[in-house]
């Protein structure tokens, strides 16, 4: 089946540095990428929808300054947390759609901890 | 607006059945639907735009109703792999009736397959 890896899968870094997590398409082309965030023992929240050579629409609340994403090809996406603070730890969640199947495949998630 | 689920947990015994719902308030564009484990990102199961459609194979499949407020997402003969929780996500329709606002999750059915 279709595969999306993400990279790093665990980060720990200080506070006021930037990270940047990648989100991959192995086997697929993906036009569309979803980047969300998930609190412990919360609900999944989209943060922004990554079309590839365009610029991303981010969900209300989102800041686009201070998550950065670039969809340069069909197969990644790139989000960079900037001036990270322990608020932005969390679970970060890509999702790549394959349009040919009608399908939406997550990798496995990156774990974000700001010291 | 955040789509509402229920129940809120549900215990089983392998081989019986599940009803999740997932309903909104206003017109939806469309509705997810997740299974999510412990410590993983989540899983694409299915979406369903049309009203009145229904989706899915024997065991797990989803309905959305004519009126395209209220999903519901059918398990049949649980198995214990289907434990973990399940999240809807919706799109309401925009206001000018055509296309879809963001992606919003309700706060996860929690289901529990016991031997």
């Known amino acids: 089946g279709a595969v999306v890896s993400q990279h790093p899968s665990r980060v720990i870094c200080k506070s006021g540095t930037s990270v940047k997590i990648e989100c991959r398409s192995l086997?697929?082309?993906?036009?569309?990428m979803f980047w969300y965030r998930q609190f412990p023992k919360q609900s999944l929240m989209l943060m922004a929808t990554?079309?590839?050579?365009?610029?991303?629409?981010?969900e209300q609340g989102v800041e686009k300054d201070k998550f950065l994403i670039n969809h340069a090809s069909l197969t990644l996406s790139t989000l960079t947390v900037t001036s990270a603070h322990p608020e932005d730890s969390s679970f970060y969640i890509c999702?790549?759609?394959?349009?040919?199947?009608?399908?939406?495949?997550f990798g496995p998630g990156t774990r974000l901890l700001v010291l | 607006q955040q789509p509402v689920q229920s129940p809120q947990a549900v215990i089983l015994r392998e081989g019986e059945d599940a009803v999740i719902n997932c309903s909104s308030s206003k017109a939806l564009y469309s509705v997810h639907w997740y299974r999510q484990k412990h410590g993983e990102a989540p899983v694409f199961l299915m979406i369903l735009l049309k009203g009145g459609e229904q989706k899915g194979h024997d065991k797990i499949s989803a309905s959305f109703n004519e009126k395209k407020q209220q999903s519901s997402l059918y398990l049949t003969a649980s198995q214990l792999s289907y434990s973990g929780t399940y999240f809807c996500?919706?799109?309401?329709?925009?206001?000018?009736?055509?296309?879809?606002?963001?992606?919003?999750f309700g706060k996860g059915t929690h289901l529990i397959i016991q031997p």
């Open positions: 996500g919706t799109e309401e329709l925009e206001d000018s009736g055509g296309g879809a606002d963001g992606l919003t």
């Open positions: 999702s790549a759609l394959d349009r040919n199947r009608e399908t939406q495949y």
């Open positions: 086997d697929f082309q993906a036009t569309t």
């Open positions: 990554s079309n590839e050579g365009s610029k991303a629409t981010y």
